[in-house]
């Protein structure tokens, strides 16, 4: 039994490591922090990937993404129980982080930083292939998802984000799907007072801010010949008032640099909802000369059409 928990654990961190490789992330992995907390009643807390990285969105910030992986070969039981022992693990794993060594000596090599932010991921992902308990974040009718979960108070912490099989799922099939039609592309990073650059243009990173590992639009662009393409990723179902909103918020942080927009959704079908995408375009026309393409970052014949 030890040698298979073992192995389950390898194959979470090898799991982890290839979203690590979608997010441009280098790892820095398997770190042993010594505990400097009595409290945690630890002498050591596992770093299974760390990430430092210069933030995009915010100007002179340093941003260390301390990584968890909690991988099973069943699927989600006991939630509310396991979700309370894995978060208070890596609250604690993120607090030594902050005052340790580790992080003193790794940060010394980005000069001209006067932020460091520490935040937590928290992998909290199965080998279930069933799709019918992936989103363990809401209540589901029988049970409360996380999101009514109370954390205790004596965690210190800023941020910690929790990807479930459904979240991980997203992340993996459109972050692969948009590595597979462009090979070059960016994260949208829109311009800011906290990030303002000299010349006062929009930012576009290589890399992926830990910010988007949760959030519901995903925003990247591609440089083509004839100007920078806008795409966003949208976790979340399509209908008529997702995609107004959706479009209505790509013309107007990105009318400046590009017309060319790619909406995609995870259930978008061709045949359904092409009428909808001609609709919106027809509302939304300013007499200015946009393309816009909606598809699915789940391809398969139904979706093809206008993707």
């Not at 479930?164 to 462009?182: G, P, T």
Request: glycine residues 6%; aromatic residues 12%.
């Amino acid at each position: 039994m030890g040698e298979f928990s073992k192995y389950v654990g390898e194959v979470g961190e090898g799991i982890v490591n290839d979203f690590l490789t979608l997010f441009r992330w280098r790892n820095m992995n398997n770190k042993e922090l010594p505990c400097c907390t009595p409290t945690h009643e630890k002498k050591t807390h596992g770093i299974d990937s760390l990430f430092i990285y210069e933030s995009p969105l915010q100007k002179q910030s340093l941003v260390s993404v301390v990584v968890s992986t909690k991988y099973s070969s069943n699927p989600y039981e006991n939630v509310s129980t396991t979700f309370r022992s894995h978060f208070k693990d890596i609250a604690h794993t993120v607090e030594c982080y902050g005052k340790s060594r580790i992080k003193r000596d790794l940060t010394k090599a980005f000069k001209g930083s006067s932020r460091k932010d520490d935040v937590g991921v928290l992998f909290y992902i199965n080998n279930d292939n069933s799709g019918t308990k992936d989103n363990i974040k809401l209540d589901d009718g029988k049970k409360k998802g996380i999101a009514a979960h109370r954390i205790s108070g004596d965690l210190k912490f800023k941020t910690i984000h929790v990807i479930d099989n459904e979240r991980a799922d997203f992340l993996y099939a459109s972050l692969n799907f948009i590595k597979s039609k462009y090979s070059d592309y960016e994260f949208f990073c829109l311009t800011t007072s906290l990030n303002v650059a000299a010349d006062n243009q929009t930012n576009h990173s290589p890399l992926m801010p830990v910010e988007y590992i949760t959030s519901p639009i995903i925003p990247l662009s591609v440089s083509t010949s004839s100007g920078k393409k806008f795409i966003l990723l949208c976790d979340f179902v399509f209908t008529q008032e997702s995609l107004t909103l959706v479009y209505h918020l790509a013309r107007n942080l990105c009318a400046d640099f590009a017309n060319h927009y790619e909406i995609y959704f995870q259930d978008y079908n061709a045949l359904e909802h092409d009428p909808i995408v001609d609709e919106v375009k027809m509302s939304s026309d300013t007499g200015v000369e946009v393309e816009l393409f909606v598809g699915s970052y789940n391809k398969n014949f139904r979706s093809e059409a206008n993707g």
